[in-house]
């Protein structure tokens, strides 16, 4: 949609100059500029309306039946026209290791709430769905739309909901709904440690799933608010490896935590 809109924009600030002849030389393209910015606002705008909308209409508190709908297409639509707004340029490794035949838990890190928004736009053909705080799920609009496109909220002060979300989204992958994403550091890292301390209970998805688990790392997205408005950023996403359910299925949820955490600590070292 961002193509468009920038398309659109430009016949409309060169037919308005056209009409008013408002450009007498060199030194007026400014208001072609004008128009061009004011049309593409307008744009974004009515885009945003749109979406709220649209998500009205989006169930508060169910998941939805059919993870291919008009809100999950609604919400990827607008996570690509967020993104390039944003000026994220997206290099994607590794994503010929993901299966193609079967359901998935995605785990990495989590360095900014543009992490699960990205992996879910790039992996958009393995209908990836994350598990996230109830504090995004309770966003006005975009929050129902989330949900609406398989996103399950996780309750972080409340033990047995937690537990619920957990099975919740092993079930969508055993019953192969939807491939699901957590980031098992519990939440966005702000220090100056590469990693956090992972939660254990992230992993029983995958043992609860019969499922293999995708480990992925991700750089540089907790720069974008910073940078967007001066230059574009360079984001990475790497798949680094993806582990079998048969090998996992006799360990202990500490054990692959430990395991994948030092994976992703050793290529992000290296990275």
């Not at 920038?6 to 500029?33: E, H, N, P, R, Y």
């Not at 909220?153 to 491939?179: C, G, H, W, Y």
């Not at 440690?193 to 209970?201: A, D, M, N, R």
């Amino acid at each position: 949609m961002y193509y468009v809109y920038v398309f659109l924009s430009a016949v409309g600030a060169f037919l308005t100059a056209a009409v008013k002849q408002s450009v007498k030389s060199v030194f007026d393209c400014w208001k072609i500029i004008a128009v061009f910015i004011t049309i593409f606002l307008l744009l974004i705008w009515l885009h945003a309306a749109a979406d709220m909308f649209i998500s009205i209409f989006a169930s508060r508190k169910k998941q939805p039946k059919k993870l291919k709908n008009i809100f999950r297409s609604v919400t990827l639509m607008s996570i690509n026209l967020f993104l390039h707004i944003m000026k994220a340029k997206i290099h994607v490794t590794g994503a010929e290791k993901i299966p193609d035949d079967q359901r998935f838990l995605m785990v990495g890190n989590h360095l900014s709430i543009f992490d699960p928004m990205i992996a879910m736009y790039c992996f958009r053909d393995k209908e990836l769905a994350f598990v996230s705080k109830k504090e995004n799920i309770n966003m006005p609009f975009f929050g129902r739309l989330m949900l609406a496109s398989g996103c399950i909220p996780l309750d972080r002060e409340n033990n047995r909901s937690a537990v619920k979300s957990i099975m919740t989204a092993a079930r969508n992958i055993a019953e192969n709904r939807a491939s699901m994403g957590i980031y098992p550091e519990g939440g966005i890292n702000k220090s100056e440690e590469l990693l956090l301390p992972f939660h254990h209970g992230s992993f029983k998805i995958a043992l609860k799933a019969k499922a293999p688990i995708v480990v992925t790392s991700i750089r540089n997205t907790d720069k974008l608010k910073k940078r967007f408005l001066f230059k574009s950023t360079n984001i990475y996403l790497d798949v680094i490896e993806v582990l079998p359910y048969d090998e996992i299925s006799d360990l202990k949820t500490a054990e692959i935590s430990h395991m994948i955490r030092n994976d992703i600590l050793d290529f992000l070292k290296s990275a």
